[in-house]
């Protein structure tokens, strides 16, 4: 049985997971993403996997990846409030990986 995990990471955990994959010889494609909320820059693995190795993929994300306290500061409202708009920085916890895990009903390569 195989596993498709798709791993969304932190841009900063992208490149020492992308070399920790290919030494314990996980495959893995990398998308350029973006997160929704923050509108920044994250990276999507997409890794097809036989069941037995999950555990193991896991470790090394869990491993490669870490969590960060992140600040946002809101941007001003356009339209002439600027003045008495006090934009305040507001702190959210961006993983260092979000992970899904999803069957594949079939896997093939020509
Ligand atoms: P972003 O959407 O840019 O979200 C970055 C962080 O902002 C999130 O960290 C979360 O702590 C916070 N956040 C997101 N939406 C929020 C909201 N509506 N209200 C308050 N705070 C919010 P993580 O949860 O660790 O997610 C990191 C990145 O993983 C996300 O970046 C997104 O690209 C992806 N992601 C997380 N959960 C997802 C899901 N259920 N489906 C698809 N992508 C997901």
Redesign the pocket.
Known sequence: MMKMVIA?V?DKDSARLSDALVEQDFRATKLA????????G?TTFMMGIPQERLDDLMDVIQSNCS?RD?MITPISPMGGHADSYIPYPVE????GA?VFVLPIEGFHQF
Do not use: A, D, P
């Open positions: 969304i932190h993403t973006t997160g929704g909320f923050l509108k920044e994250n969590s992140q959210v916890q961006v993983g979000t």
